[in-house]
């Protein structure tokens, strides 16, 4: 609860002040950079954030690790493919803020199944 309260009081009451999801996620730093130059391609984290959100959304994402099956099985995915788990923890926490960011615009009460569904085990 008091993770919770954390995460909506650092992202503040005014709903008009983030119109996506990606300045949403911009705001503690969650997304991250892409920078492109010729054949080099390097995804950074960003430092200019608002690191007490940061830690709250990190916080979030390591507490869903056992209470959520989509974002154990969300965060499974991405060791698989060789991230750290600092940067599959960043990932997650930047998938919850847009899932909080859903929530919040269509004003709707959150459903496991329908956050996760586009990482679901495929039926054959």
Partial sequence: MVLGARVLG?????????????????????????????????VLARHARNRRLADALEQWAFCSLTQSPGARRYYDQLRARTKTHRQALRQLANRWVGILHTLLERGIVYDEHLAWSHCQPKAT
Avoid: M, Y
């Fill in 10 to 42: 650092e992202f503040g009451d005014d709903q008009t002040r983030f119109a996506t999801a990606k300045s949403h996620k911009n705001h503690p730093g969650s997304a991250p950079i892409t920078r492109a130059s010729g054949r080099s391609l390097v």
